[in-house]
């Protein structure tokens, strides 16, 4: 492995951190994500944030991540911070995000036993049947280093939780009363 805790910031000199960055930012944005009555559900990018805070906060050392009371939370507390115009009332639960984003190529699940097939599984399967996730090498490489992690993370909130569709409305809004204000002068 890569990190053992103590090297957290190291940097391989013969890695390439932006052809690494370049692939993932294209994973992410072409994650799928449900729709439902017009509305983007942002469980699996609020996921990776958790992710990737876990790996900041130190409490993920080794690219094992479990669904543990830490990711828990953390993943709540990001949903409240990029769902509160959202018109349902309750955050998607951890477990659609950690079992699903395994679809879109760069996170891994390893299993204790045999996975259903047709159903997302519930948080206690999960936590009973899933040893960890983990993502690719490469990907974990990359969140090792400080400086590649926060620009991963801040390109996610940009391009994919931060919704600026309401500045085009208020931009129209604004060009709409000064065209007004022009014709009465």
């Not at 072409?30 to 409490?59: M, T």
């Not at 959202?86 to 951890?94: G, L, T, Y």
């Amino acid at each position: 492995m890569f990190n053992e805790g103590k090297h957290m910031n190291r940097t391989l000199h013969f890695y390439n951190y932006e052809q690494c960055y370049a692939h993932y930012i294209k994973r992410i944005m072409s994650i799928r994500q449900a729709k439902i009555h017009g509305e983007v559900i942002v469980a699996k990018p609020v996921l990776i944030l958790a992710l990737i805070d876990g790996v900041e906060s130190g409490e993920f050392t080794v690219n094992r991540f479990t669904l543990n009371e830490w990711l828990e939370k953390r993943y709540l507390v990001l949903m409240k911070q990029y769902t509160r115009n959202s018109q349902f009332p309750n955050p998607a639960d951890i477990s659609n995000p950690f079992w699903h984003l395994q679809g879109d190529g760069f996170w891994h699940l390893i299993h204790k036993t045999a996975v259903p097939e047709g159903t997302t599984p519930t948080k206690k399967w999960l936590k009973e049947n899933v040893t960890y996730g983990h993502f690719d090498d490469d990907m974990w490489v990359l969140l090792q280093n400080k400086v590649w992690r926060q620009k991963l993370r801040d390109y996610i909130v940009e391009h994919k939780l931060t919704d600026d569709s309401w500045l085009g409305k208020i931009a129209a809004e604004g060009l709409g009363a000064i065209a007004a204000l022009l014709l009465v002068a």
